[in-house]
């Protein structure tokens, strides 16, 4: 009877899995093509120049991976050797998808030791789907949540982090060894998060603290302290890389989120809630079902307001204020609280006493994790260079026929841009020995024009692309200063290359 009943609570658990599964896969896998824009290519870019420097043993090639962003998108295509070619830097889809699905196995495993009930488990399953899922067709949300970004790699990194607050609390482990393994467990999520973008020490600063006075509590001075330390030294690699080359990536993102940069993407909070709700709707059901619960909770369950599970929950919702305070709103910086927000009521909803074993919980995460990483495989043929590259690849051959050696964009958009054009020289043999400079954004930093105009002058060639395809407005301020400058000074007509850009040779020599 005991084997039956513990058959029939390892199937609950499997059902669940098999569930939450099916939610979440539809959030970060698509199979739809993809066309890379601004940020992605970037991402892109430094993952083929440090596959290419890690393979080849080339150190000072690593320098790749430091920037204005953290490291974690650029270590994507280290599995695959060193990435030469298009097709071989795709496989970056299939990077990304894994460890997200890891994290999200992850999260599942400590949802169940946690002990959510296993409807509102699936409920917020159902409720994150709703939200980033791929309903309606060409919702903003679903495509930012399965680009090639760091967006929901820091989402379901957050939810991992989160959930280590009432997983402490509920689980406890008084032995030395396994406070030293808690400790590894945080480091190894809390490093991610940083790695990944430097907002996550928002969470970092609040979650530490916690997790150490839970552990004080119920493992004693020994354990906290063993904890601790295994916690300082796992992260040491990440805390010693941000210390080192950390200081333009705080810069970047203060610069983007409060700074002088944010205004530029303002927009203001109701038009910005009003294009949200009416490009994926489904978040009015994960929002309302969320507000009912916690009215439910804050009415009849008012004793569990003090406890952890309640500080993880206020945490996230901190969190959302700040990415709805900042001016640059974007729906995917809202990804970790439209993640975590559901399954966090669902842990408050479900009370204590629901937990599942630690073999039911990690033989449903390990079958979920198997599932994903088979439906993950297929993306890799998600990137189109054609709609990416195309216009990209036609400056290049055209270059290639002139003999230019410095390209300058006077112009930016979503199809052609400094970054994309990075990458086509980085995937093609055309474009080695060609430089190309943009002069999109010199109007944002108050240049006076005169430099833009000695930029032309020095450039072999200059490129704009037609007006209606140029974004964000912004960053073409001086566009029609800048082709009638080129006029004047190249005496050519320009040469029309993909469609809709005119190419200006200012100095063409012909080989």
């Known amino acids: 009877m005991d084997k039956v009943l513990d058959i029939l609570g390892k199937s609950k658990w499997l059902v669940v899995a098999a569930l939450f599964a099916f939610c979440v896969a539809p959030t970060f896998i698509s199979y739809q093509p993809y066309q890379f824009r601004w940020d992605d290519s970037n991402y892109l870019l430094g993952s083929i120049k440090v596959s290419q420097a890690f393979w080849s043993g080339n150190v000072h090639g690593l320098g790749a991976m430091v920037g204005k962003r953290p490291p974690a998108m650029a270590l994507l295509g280290l599995p695959w050797g060193p990435l030469a070619s298009w097709d071989a830097a795709s496989k970056c889809f299939i990077t990304l998808a894994a460890v997200i699905s890891l994290l999200a196995a992850l999260c599942l495993y400590l949802l169940l030791r946690i002990g959510v009930k296993p409807f509102f488990l699936v409920a917020a399953s159902v409720c994150v789907v709703a939200s980033i899922g791929p309903y309606p067709p060409g919702a903003s949300a679903h495509w930012d949540a399965t680009a090639s970004m760091a967006d929901n790699l820091f989402a379901w990194t957050t939810l991992a982090a989160v959930l280590l607050i009432p997983y402490e609390a509920r689980t406890h482990c008084p032995s030395i060894k396994g406070a030293v393994m808690r400790g590894i467990l945080w480091g190894s999520i809390l490093s991610l998060g940083a790695m990944t973008k430097v907002n996550f020490f928002y969470f970092i600063v609040l979650i530490v603290p916690t997790l150490f006075f839970i552990r004080l509590h119920y493992g004693g001075l020994r354990g906290a302290v063993a904890a601790l330390i295994a916690f300082a030294c796992w992260s040491a690699p990440s805390a010693i890389y941000l210390a080192r080359w950390g200081r333009p990536v705080f810069d970047n993102a203060k610069a983007f989120s409060f700074g002088r940069l944010a205004d530029f993407y303002y927009i203001?909070?109701?038009q910005f809630l009003g294009d949200t709700i009416r490009e994926s709707p489904g978040l009015v059901l994960s929002f309302v079902l969320t507000v009912t619960a916690l009215i439910y909770i804050v009415i009849q369950r008012r004793r569990i307001l003090w406890g952890p599970d309640f500080l993880t929950l206020l945490i996230m919702i901190g969190f959302g204020i700040v990415v709805l305070a900042s001016h640059n709103r974007q729906i995917r910086f809202a990804f970790p609280a439209i993640v975590a927000l559901p399954f966090l009521t669902g842990i408050?909803?479900?009370?204590?006493?629901?937990?599942?074993?630690?073999?039911?919980?990690?033989?449903a995460a390990g079958l979920v994790l198997c599932g994903l990483l088979v439906a993950s495989v297929p993306?890799?043929?998600?990137?189109?260079?054609?709609?990416?590259?195309?216009?990209?690849?036609?400056?290049?051959?055209?270059?290639?026929?002139?003999?230019?050696?410095?390209?300058?964009?006077?112009?930016d958009s979503p199809t052609l841009n400094r970054?994309?054009?990075?990458?086509?020289i980085a995937v093609s043999a055309l474009g080695a020995a060609v430089r190309v400079d943009t002069l999109a954004y010199q109007a944002m930093s108050g240049a006076p024009i005169e430099e833009?105009?000695?930029?032309?002058?020095?450039?072999?060639?200059?490129?704009f692309q037609d007006k209606d395809a140029l974004s964000p407005p912004f960053a073409n301020q001086r566009v029609l200063e800048y082709e009638r400058y080129t006029r004047q000074q190249g005496?050519?007509?320009?040469?029309?290359?993909?469609?809709?850009?005119?190419?200006?040779?200012?100095?063409?020599?012909?080989?």
């Open 268 to 270: 203001p909070l109701l």
């Open 348 to 363: 408050l909803m479900s009370g204590k006493g629901h937990s599942a074993s630690g073999r039911s919980a990690a033989l």
């Open 379 to 411: 993306t890799r043929h998600r990137a189109n260079r054609q709609q990416s590259l195309g216009r990209a690849d036609a400056v290049l051959a055209q270059a290639a026929g002139c003999n230019a050696k410095r390209i300058m964009l006077a112009t």
């Open 419 to 424: 970054n994309l054009m990075h990458l086509a």
């Open 452 to 463: 833009d105009f000695r930029a032309i002058r020095e450039s072999d060639e200059v490129v």
């Open 491 to 511: 005496g050519f007509d320009p040469i029309r290359v993909g469609g809709d850009v005119s190419v200006y040779p200012m100095y063409c020599r012909k080989k």
